[in-house]
């Protein structure tokens, strides 16, 4: 099964933080979200995981799954 974490922009800190689903702690916290978007692959881990990207404003921006091979076959994109 797998993990699913949300990438999004800590109002707070102004830092991106990548949490995994139920939990108030962060995996990792990034300066940028281009930082961020570099690194998921290897902070989401070998089991895998799916990613819900934020945008500045929350809104969803896009979904990734790692490995790209987990992804599964009945969703779009």
């Known amino acids: 099964m797998l993990e699913h974490y949300t990438l999004h922009k ?7 933080r990548l949490e995994r689903e139920g939990s108030d702690r962060a995996k ?4 940028t979200k281009k930082q961020a978007l ?6 989401v881990g070998p ?6 990207i934020r945008k500045v404003d929350n809104s969803i921006q896009e979904e990734r799954t790692y490995p790209r091979s987990k992804d599964p076959a009945s969703s779009p994109g």
């Open 10 to 16: 800590d109002s707070k800190t102004q830092k991106w």
């Open 28 to 31: 990792r916290t990034y300066e």
């Open 38 to 43: 570099a690194s998921l692959r290897n902070d």
């Open 47 to 52: 089991r895998g995981g799916s990613v819900r």
